[in-house]
């Protein structure tokens, strides 16, 4: 999801990406967001959650180390180690970033895109002095802008308790969420490239049930004409 520095996806050949070292000139919100190999812990220790690492945080060492090799840095504030039930940061509710996207989106589902639109995407993205994304082009297309907003909520708003609710209400859930868990691509002691599995989770959702919650029981003996949901 995050793309490179360039402003290219990974999957893009033409966008410099390497394998092998794969987090070297990504958006800088990658590493905003999550522990990425090397970096420095809270503690003090540098995180190494390769399997053949031999540290505590390596995938499968114990119960409690990450399962996919990633830890989330959002939230994290390394004065706090010490005490960490004095945390002061505060829990994010409403950002202006999220007010942006929320915007851009809405105009282009409208098909009313405009300059307001192009604008209030590339403040996500170049609007700060720590990310300086390239901006999006003018020229965009509707299908085009919506892949590139749905993207920015992702990557900007990533563990803010918003992603669920947006591939909801996209309806791409049915899509993006089966299947297995895949982590960290890391180089194996043969030399190979080995990308981590979760084992034992693969994920499923149900199009004719999940995009819905139920109705409370509660609610339905309380007004009998109140049907429920489908596949509940």
């Known amino acids: 999801m995050y793309e490179t520095t360039g402003g290219k996806l990974i999957t893009d050949a033409t966008s410099g990406y390497d394998p092998a070292n794969p987090y070297a000139n990504r958006d800088p919100r990658l590493k905003f967001s999550n522990f990425l190999t090397g970096d420095v812990l809270p503690s003090g220790i540098t995180f190494r959650p ?10 499968g ?11 989330i840095k959002k939230y994290v504030n390394a004065e706090d180690y010490a005490n960490p039930a004095n945390n002061g ?10 007010i942006l996207l929320t915007y851009a989106e809405a105009k282009i589902e409208l098909n009313q895109t ?3 639109v192009i604008a209030a995407i590339n403040t996500v993205r170049n609007g700060r002095s720590d990310v300086k994304q390239p901006s999006i082009s003018n020229n965009a297309t ?40 895949y982590g960290i691509t890391y180089k ?45």
């Not at 194996?188 to 409370?216: E, S």
């Open 61 to 71: 060492n114990t119960y409690i180390a990450s399962t996919t090799g990633f830890n």
């Open 114 to 116: 405009d300059a307001s």
């Open 142 to 181: 509707q299908a085009e802008l919506r892949d590139i907003v749905r993207r920015e909520r992702t990557v900007e708003l990533a563990f803010e308790g918003q992603h669920l609710f947006d591939i909801r209400r996209w309806k791409t859930a049915a899509t993006v969420v089966p299947g297995p868990i």
């Open 89 to 98: 940061i505060n829990i994010i509710l409403l950002r202006y970033a999220e």
């Open 50 to 59: 390769e399997p053949t690492s031999g540290t505590a945080d390596a995938v």
């Open 188 to 232: 194996a002691a043969n030399g190979t490239l080995t990308t981590v599995q979760v084992v034992g989770i693969n994920r499923t959702f149900d199009l004719n049930r999940h995009y819905l919650w139920p109705i409370p029981q509660k609610e339905r003996n309380l007004t009998p004409t109140l049907s429920q949901n489908p596949g509940w």
